[in-house]
Every structure is written in structure tokens, then in C-alpha cells.
């Protein structure tokens, strides 16, 4: 779910940062590339969480991020991190969730995943990369769900592991009249979504948060399955290959190349999205869908001053309901800006602001960590 916080809680969170920074040493928080296989100490930011939609009325709640290390004697531990979220809504929505990423005895062992609890309008523009604006219609969905995955290093950066899923939806306040309402679509009624799948990456990041050098691809397959009583008996396939390389002094040049496929017969919820925080910024996510989904970014960033950094990206990507029917002159342009701020310098953890455009779309997004 893609997180939503509005100026207040940016403000709040950087006026936090600030207020604890002056307790800390002046060049080690000017250190923003501070070697970051040394331990340091676990930390703590709480965020503020305020904003007002239509949808919600005014919604308010918190946020926790926990960030660690298992052995602080050992230096080359990647820091495990654990977030909580909880917002409320003036219409009586929630959104609760869990999840976390821990690297285990000397990053032998890597184990991610969440769990999520979600009441929450939503948007649905039909289905294929053509769809219109004006085919936009609300529904709201109820969601339990948990995915886990299971890593274990092997040579050379290798990692391979397991990934498994589990989702429960109710989709309910359907628009009279709409095709969601109609029951052409599948997924408009309950159903139950879960799998299995092997998972294997590559991973040579000198850091986990604001890579400097290195490379980060991943490759999994997850199939649906009765036994584990899914409703939907898909294959998600996924790849997903980030390059980073140093530019020009201390700037940082980061791409990526994503792409989805999904087979058999899906619900409209679970068919590839475009948009989103983190591919494709610009686009509500789901502004369109289907069964394939390609996306390609790159994005420069670079220090300003002090602990301030920015960013500029460009990417393009779209939908099709199968790998021959892409076509170049149907990609969609994704493009903008964005603001860092990093509050923890050692580990390299920006909180960052981006302002994405797209085709007749554009998005504002506060998050944690770089999209990728």
C-alpha cells in the first residue's frame, strides 16, 4: 500500500531529526558517507502521520521505524529493520501494518515479509494500456494479508530461497452500473489468494538503503495453489535488476529494469499495476493494469548540503495483455524530482519527498528509503 503523508508529517519528521541531531557530533552527522559496515547503535524515528482525502475525511495516525544490528561486534552485519504503521480515518478506515527485513547469523540467512490489515477506497480504470479517465470508478476493499520470504546466501552474492503468500480480500461499495459491479471482472466478488514460489537474487549493494556501487537483481516465481486455499489458481513471475555506479564526485547514477507476468486466470486485484512510490512515480498505482508489466528508471542522485540531498529520475513503462503485444509507441513517460534528508547519515536512511509527472498524471510521495 502505498504510503500517503502529507507536508505536516514531513515537517514533523524533519524537525525530530533536527532536534536529535544537535545532541550528536557535528562531523560525524556531516559524515552522509560514513562507512557503513561499522555497527552503530539501533535506532528509533517515529512519524507523524496526517493527511485528508475526499475518500477518508481526515485520517491521522503513527508510525515506527526499528532499525538494528544482530551482533554489533560484527562489522559487516547489514542493519535489520522493522516498520509499523497505523492510521484511522474520519469514515472509519484503517490501515494497520507490519513488516520487516533481517539479516541473520553474519547475513548468512535473509528473511522479509509483513503482515497487513487494510480498509480502504480505491480506483479502477478497467483493464488494458488504454484505458480513459473517464472510466474511473471507486470501490473499497478489506484485505488481511502476509507474504515471507526465506533466503539463504550462497557464493559470490548469490542468494535462494522460498517466497510465500497469503491474501484474503472482500471488495464491497461497488458503483451501480460499473463494471466491477457487473461481475464481468474477476476478483469483484471475495476470494482468497495464496502461493508458493522459489526466490533467487544477487546481491552486491554496498548498503541496503542508498547504494553507492553494486547490483541487486531478483527472479521469483509464485504459483497459487489449493492446498495453501487460494480461490485463484495463478503464476506471478517477477524480475527485477538495479545497477548502481558512482557520477561525477559524489553523485550516485541507480537503475532499473522490472517486469511482471502473470498467468492464469487473475483477479483485477492481483494483475500487474502500474504507478506507485516506487516505479513509474507519476501514476496512481493500478492506473493501469493487465497481465504483463515492463518499466525501465534511472535517477541521479546527489548531496546538496548538509544532510540535504536530491534527486532527478525518468523512466517509461506500460501494460499488455501479453509479451507480443508491447509496443514501444504505447509506452508511458514517468519523470520528476525529489528532496532527501538524511536522519540516520551512517546507515545512509533518507526520509525523501518526490513530485513524479506522467501522462495527463502527476503525484506527490513521502516515504522512507530511495524507491529502489
Known amino acids: 500500500m502505498k504510503n500517503t503523508f502529507s507536508l505536516l508529517a514531513l515537517l514533523g519528521v524533519v524537525t525530530m531529526c533536527l532536534n536529535e541531531s544537535r545532541a550528536q557530533n557535528r562531523a560525524e552527522a556531516q559524515d552522509s558517507t560514513a562507512d557503513t559496515t561499522r555497527a552503530s547503535s539501533p535506532g528509533i524515528l ?3 502521520i496526517f493527511f485528508y482525502t475526499p475518500e477518508t475525511g481526515t485520517a491521522g495516525g503513527a508510525g515506527l521505524l526499528f532499525f538494528f544490528r544482530p551482533n554489533e561486534n560484527a562489522a559487516t552485519n547489514r542493519p535489520s529493520t522493522t516498520m509499523l504503521n497505523f492510521i484511522y480515518t474520519e469514515k472509519k478506515q484503517i490501515i494497520a501494518e507490519a513488516s520487516g527485513e533481517f539479516y541473520l547469523a553474519e547475513n548468512l540467512y535473509k528473511l522479509s515479509g509483513g503482515i497487513q490489515f487494510l480498509r480502504f477506497p480505491q480506483k479502477f480504470f478497467g483493464i488494458g494500456n488504454n484505458t480513459s479517465s473517464s472510466m474511473e470508478e471507486s470501490y473499497s476493499s478489506e484485505l488481511y494479508g502476509m507474504q515471507f520470504s526465506w533466503l539463504r546466501s550462497l557464493e559470490n552474492g548469490f542468494q535462494a530461497g522460498l517466497s510465500i503468500f497469503f491474501e484474503n480480500r472482500r471488495v464491497y461499495e461497488l458503483i451501480p452500473g460499473g463494471l466491477l459491479s457487473s461481475g464481468t471482472i474477476l476478483g469483484s466478488k471475495d476470494g482468497i489468494t495464496s502461493g508458493i514460489g522459489p526466490l533467487v537474487t544477487l546481491d552486491t549493494r554496498d548498503n ?3 547504494p553507492f556501487t553494486g547490483s541487486y537483481y531478483q527472479f521469483s516465481i509464485r504459483t497459487g495453489l489449493r ?8 503464476t506471478v513471475t517477477e524480475v527485477d535488476l538495479r545497477k548502481y555506479l558512482p557520477f561525477y564526485g559524489d553523485g550516485v547514477m541507480a537503475f532499473q529494469a522490472f517486469g511482471t507476468s502473470v498467468s492464469g486466470d487473475a483477479p483485477f486485484h492481483k494483475l500487474a499495476e502500474l504507478g506507485g512510490q516506487n516505479r513509474m512515480r507519476g501514476y496512481y498505482q493500478g492506473r493501469y493494469r493487465d497481465k504483463n508489466y515492463v518499466a525501465v528508471q534511472a535517477e541521479y542522485r546527489l548531496p546538496l548540503i548538509w544532510r540535504f540531498g536530491g534527486v532527478a529520475f525518468a523512466g517509461t513503462g506500460d501494460v499488455a495483455p501479453s509479451l507480443s503485444q508491447f509496443r514501444l509507441s504505447d509506452f508511458k513517460p514517468s519523470y520528476g524530482f525529489g528532496i532527501r534528508f538524511a536522519f540516520e547519515p551512517k546507515e545512509r536512511l533518507n526520509l525523501r519527498l518526490d ?17 529502489f
Open 46 to 48: 517515529p512519524l507523524p
Open 208 to 210: 541496503v538503503f542508498a
Open 227 to 234: 492446498a495453501l486455499g487460494s480461490d485463484y489458481l495463478i
Open 355 to 371: 513530485f513524479g509527472l506522467g501522462d495527463n498524471s502527476s503525484g506527490m510521495y513521502i516515504s522512507v528509503a530511495e524507491a
